[in-house]
């Protein structure tokens, strides 16, 4: 039928069918069947350059490494051009854009037939999770886009593993991406839980593109996790060994480009020396209760696809060295010599650069010379910090859930939820900042329960319910935290120095698990008492800069219930009343 570069790597016929009807709707002049090797990447890496879709950058700076520029109108997920179509709209909940699927499979296999006409289709074969493990599962991508090919390589386990581990099975995740030029009235991001089906078409980013990340392992993830009794989340894991060398295992979530990439990798300060906090993953969390009782937890990828800005050797050193090799970056600026460089790489910017539109820039330049969303996929392999526990089956057990949001007013530094319904509470309400990690207004504080608003890939009223559920096949349950490091004082100023300060409350927060730590009953849980909060050797902060970033103010919080209160109403028939209850004493508690 089509010319075919390399049979492909598997006989399985559920596979074999969807692509060739697949190929047949977009009409590739060529199909290639990827298997992962070095010797493909080195290939289609050339390919990329030739076609002008990387360029090579300074290879005795950054070997390995190679940059991408997107359209300037495709730089972050676009959430109002994602959807969920299923059977009946009340599965995709008040939260969620819904299609009906006949109509949206329609609309997308219009736009996809013959779109690759004189283009090359990929089928890229990938993992999502370590080989072996009882939470992973395959997916496969049709693409027409070389950079996806080269980005899934760095973010999954891609190639012929995948075949291995699905074997006969028809149960994969079946995605296809079509470019279209990247043209924005044909963007859409639609998902088919109930086909475990993504298409994309119309875009050539990040979380839009990667369907392996936000589509499979987060929007269908979450579905297929209700369905079959664990938690697909937008967390990172991280272990925190101590001196005396006690593994424990954490989880946190915090919406986009709200520090779970830095969190994951931080370096403790000099104080706490002994301590090493290792990475299991800075994205996303699959979590499934043991036999033990407890919660384990997986990272179902490979690498890093990181917010750029604000990434610098003082402040993440572990990230730094994970992104000086193998890399793939996308919309930073370039130095003449083509090394990368962003706002916040270096304290004072490079006297000229070529900005991420591929324009001169200077440092009175009015834009900034990154885009703020501008992002790296590094695998994971490269960060100094990767815990050994990635490759585990297994997974990690967890003793603390953090919830996290990016609030300038309001949210305390940390406090402790009296137990797992008043935890559910606190993330179900968590509200955060939008940041440039998706398109639309930045800067506005939106409720995020979870910091799976943009991610859950189903009613997020049965979303909550099934928080609550879980706690019942828990027996171990993890202890459940709310963080803040974005508080600011009257003048703008951060109140927290965050980044490695954050082993401090981390510190505070391993040994409330571990039974070790005193805590004070505030209105809104457990606080740090003033002699279990570790200030030693902090320069400019002292005992009264921790009662101003712990501060309750009631005026502030009355506004807070309020701004819950929309949320509560906007999933009022699916709400689990439970929530409301903890609404209720919370503000008795105020
Ligand atoms: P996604 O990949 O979008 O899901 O984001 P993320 O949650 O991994 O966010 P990331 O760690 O990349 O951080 C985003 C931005 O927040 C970066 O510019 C960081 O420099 C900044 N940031 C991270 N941690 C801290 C912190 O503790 N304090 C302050 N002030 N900024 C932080
Ligand atoms: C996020 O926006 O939460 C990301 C980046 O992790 S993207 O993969 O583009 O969604
Ligand atoms: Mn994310």
């Given amino acids: ?69 997107s359209k300037p109108d495709d730089v972050a997920r676009s959430e109002d051009r994602t959807f969920i179509c299923t059977s009946a709209a009340e599965d995709a909940g008040p939260t969620n854009n819904w299609a009906a699927p006949k109509e949206m499979y329609r609309k997308l296999h219009g736009f996809c037939a013959g779109a690759m006409r004189g283009h090359t289709m990929y089928v890229v074969p990938y993992l999502m999770g370590p080989p ?78 990667l369907l392996g990340k936000k589509c499979f392992a987060l929007r269908l993830g979450s579905w297929l996790a ?7 989340e937008h967390m990172l894991i991280l272990s925190a060994e101590s001196p005396d060398g006690e593994k424990t295992y954490v989880t946190a979530a915090f919406p986009s480009a709200c520090g779970k990439t830095n969190f994951a990798m931080l370096v403790p300060p000099p104080q706490f020396a002994g301590w090493k906090i290792r990475t299991v993953g800075d994205d996303i969390a699959w979590m499934k209760p043991g036999a033990d009782g407890r919660l384990y937890a997986i990272n179902p990828e490979k690498g890093y696809f990181g917010v750029a800005p604000g990434t610098n050797a003082e402040t993440n050193p572990n990230a730094m060295a994970a992104i000086s090799h193998d890399t793939i970056y996308t919309n930073v600026a370039l130095t003449p010599d083509l090394d990368v460089w962003w706002e916040g790489k270096t304290r004072e910017p490079p006297p000229q650069l070529t900005d991420w539109k591929g324009r001169p820039w200077t440092p009175g330049s009015k834009e900034t010379a990154a885009h703020a969303n501008s992002r790296f996929a590094a695998p994971m392999s490269n960060n100094p910090a990767c815990a050994p526990e990635v490759n585990d089956p297994q997974g990690v057990p967890i003793s603390a859930i953090i919830f996290g949001g990016r609030r300038a007013t309001t949210m305390p530094l940390v406090y402790q939820a009296f137990n797992w319904i008043h935890g559910v509470y606190v993330g179900a309400t968590m509200g955060s900042e939008t940041t440039a990690a998706a398109t639309g207004a930045v800067g506005k504080v939106r409720r995020d329960p979870m910091a799976m608003l943009p991610f859950c890939g189903y009613n997020m009223g049965q979303y909550l319910h099934h ?24 003048q703008g100023n951060y109140l927290w120095p965050g980044f490695s300060e954050n082993m401090r409350v981390l510190k505070w927060i391993v040994d409330r698990t571990r039974g070790r730590a005193d805590a004070c009953e505030a209105p809104l849980g457990w606080v740090p008492g003033p002699r ?45 009343k439970e929530l409301t209850l903890q609404r209720e004493l919370l503000v008795a508690r105020l």
């Fill in 226 to 232: 209700r369905k079959e009794g664990w938690l697909a």
């Fill in 467 to 490: 928080w609550l559920r879980m706690r019942k096949k828990i027996s171990v349950p993890p202890r459940i935290f709310h963080v803040n490091w974005f508080r600011r004082d009257e």
């Fill in 132 to 209: 072996g493990s009882s939470l992973t599962k395959v997916g496969l991508e049709l693409t027409d886009s070389l950079y996806v090919v080269l980005s899934m390589r760095i973010m999954t386990r891609m190639g012929n593993v995948a075949y291995e581990h699905l074997g006969q099975s028809e149960d994969f995740n079946r995605g296809l991406h079509c470019m279209l030029e990247a043209d924005p009235a044909r963007r859409y991001i639609a998902h088919f839980p109930e086909d475990n089906v993504v298409i994309s078409t119309g875009s050539n980013y990040g979380g839009n593109v």
């Fill in 532 to 576: 279990d909060f570790d200030l030693r050797g902090m320069k400019d902060f002292s005992p009264d800069k921790l009662a101003q970033a712990q501060n309750i103010n009631v005026e502030e919080w009355r506004r807070e219930v309020l701004g819950q209160d929309d949320l509560f109403f906007e999933l009022y028939a699916d709400l689990p």
């Fill in 1 to 69: 039928m089509i010319y075919k570069i390399k049979p492909p790597h598997t006989s399985n016929p559920a596979v074999i069918r969807w692509v060739e009807e697949m190929a047949a709707l977009c009409q590739p002049d060529t199909l290639v069947w990827c298997d992962g090797s070095d010797e493909e990447k080195a290939r289609l890496t050339e390919e990329a350059v030739a076609r002008g879709i990387l360029i090579k950058l300074n290879q005795e700076k950054l070997p390995g490494c190679y940059y991408h520029r």
